[in-house]
């Protein structure tokens, strides 16, 4: 054959796989853009969900859309559909979307629709948790603030005041929903969605009131007709049709309260939140797909990995009390988006494997046998003679030879192995076979030159202050528009004091409800104190330095976010509470409890908005080596040009204290490295049983080194960096790093 006709045969076969990889990409682009058309008629029994007649065991990926910026959202949502991931599941954020009674605010990264509409058109379904209580170590678990103003009003109860705000709400996101036809029937993503979250416990402590409010909110939320079912997670009370479900580190011997009600495990904890002056939590891979095989083994119809990117508590989201800006979990993505391996491969092949039984699992329940100690197999036969195996070694410590059907096993302690043939192992939890990864933290090549400029201490006598006696609570005053509130008296002292002539000066003694207190005397520090999530409530003690005639007393009260739950969490109090009293008087003690006090919501940083372009321009910087270091109470900026590429980038706060940080006006949340991590670390196996006290890491050291700083909020050139530091600190040490693995 001649090379013109080979040549010839080579175009035509070039031609033809062209014409085939463009009409491949027609049909791919014509399914994604078609598939938010497709209607979902949602149903379920006591084996499965059923979508459009098709029998399904979900497998979920909590993701938060304001714990992350809308442009990380589509990598990381196409991140957890390549992990083996159906449904994205996330809470509603009713403080995020209502910040004044009647005012909302859907845009940015509160932009819920555009989150589902990104999760719909990535082809994967969306579980919508609207509550709207959220716990979530989110700031007073999603309510607004206002909310605890509201006269008489009683929250998570059977309050009027309360249900009239809530169902306004809740009213709010189903029509919003429905008007952009985003559940399942309309041919949206949503396939089934929440009311109340965890009320369980606080139904059964608070009684007859809590069963009345439970049976009004399941009411409420069925006459909205969304089309797609309703759960009440933690909740054995849930009237049907509502389903109730488990959240845990471990869900395989829940049971909904109706038969014929699937097995739903709507938090799956990977990890654990960390807290400021705590350590972090690791959850070994092979223990949460251990968790996972044994609740579908034991008919597990959905369940939901808490977190599957657990992301960043940006601004001042984070809960009360002392929960850290990071909001990683441990999760199979990690905070900055990048893959947390091997965790995240390691369950998308235990996915694989539970997609390989699905057919038998939804049709079937197990043959259930124990052939050995610490052993059970799990035998799945449909009607049609297909056949799916677990076998189940629980021996914490040893391996096992498990025989099933005249074949024998070696399994590893603490494991699941998967037969979607009653033959073949393609799974074992405690075996990994995806690659691992490393993540680190390397410097990104940037000089910060850094400027200063010290916060003003308010006093007494400020024409601006408000005035009023006796001691008030904070967040009566601040409404949770800043962490921060002056308590300013002043205190007249006599030339005749006894320990202006012995030296010997008064004990201040200030009692606090947290969550962290810097007093100031005549203008100068005097002290810190500071509570923990074990303690809020603070005690201040300290000899004070005090001059014949009038003394100024200022002591800056701050939080650290607001409760996020429990019994009538609405009534809990921040502030200086008292008593404060001066010990080492000629009188004795002096008590300035009831004394007149002044007052100041916020700091004059804050009031000029430093933190912004403009508001930065409006003061004095002090420049290079001649700013404050190691002073309380200072802002410090400076400008940088984004280094080149697309690894996401954070900063290096180690050689700083306390206070919060911004990325030209965008809060990346409060930065506290000056709280070391407390604990007990040491070795961690996956084998046994876990909690959050299990696989600690970080002893000694701050509890958050490092904070996101998201790429989409930065520009090529000319970023603005502030810093407000409230104890003392050394810019100059802070670094511009690169997350890479």
Known sequence: MGSSSIWGMMRTKVLIVTLLFVAFNVMVFTLLYTFPSVRSNVSYDGKAFIINGKRRILVSGSIHYPRSTPGMW????QKAKDGGVDVIQTYVFWNGHEPSPGQY???????????????????????????PHVCAEWNFGGFPVWLKYVPGIEFRTNNTSFEVAMQR??????????????????????????????YGPIEWEIGAPGTNYTLWAAKMALELDTGVPWIMCKQDTAPDPIIDTCNGFYCENFHPNKPYKPKMWTEAWTGWFTQFGETSTHRPVEDLAFAVARFVQNNGSYFNYYMYHGGTNLGRISAGLFVATSYDYDAPIDEY????????????????????????LVSSYPNISWPGRNQEVHAFTSKTGECAAFLSNYDPMYPTNLTFRNVQYELPPWSISILPDCKTVVYNTAIITSKSSTAQMVPAGVELKWQSYSEEIPSAEDNDALKVAGLLEQTNLTRDNTDYLWYLIQVNISSNEGFLKTGQWPQLTVMSAGHALNVFINGKWSGSVYGSLKSPKLTFRGYVNLRAGVNKISLLSITVGLPNGGLHYE??????????????????????????????????????????????????WVEGSAFAQKQPLTWHRATFDAPKGNDPLGLDMASMAKGEVWINGNSIGRHWPGYLASGQCSGCSYNGTFTEKKCRRNCGQPSQRWYHLPRSWMKPRGNLLVVFEEWGGDPSKISLVKRTV
């Open 74 to 77: 589509p990598d990381l949502i």
């Open 105 to 131: 605010h859907f845009e940015g990264r509160f932009d819920l629709v555009k989150f589902i509409k990104t999760v719909h058109q990535a082809g994967l379904y969306v579980h919508l948790r609207i509550g």
């Open 169 to 198: 709400f809740v009213e709010k996101v189903v029509s919003l929903m429905k008007s952009e036809k985003l559940f399942g029937p309309q041919g949206g993503p949503i396939i089934m969605s929440q009311i109340e979250n965890e």
């Open 337 to 360: 988006g990048l893959l947390n391996e091997p965790k995240w491969g390691h369950l998308r092949n235990l996915h694989k494997a539970i997609k390989q039984c699905e057919p038998v």
């Open 571 to 620: 009534k809990w109090n921040t502030g200086v509470l008292g008593p404060v009293t001066l010990k080492g008087v000629n009188e004795g003690t002096r008590d300035l409890s009831n004394q007149r006090w002044s007052y100041k919501v916020g700091l004059k940083g804050e009031s000029l908005q430093l933190h912004t372009i403009g508001g930065s321009s409006s003061v004095k």
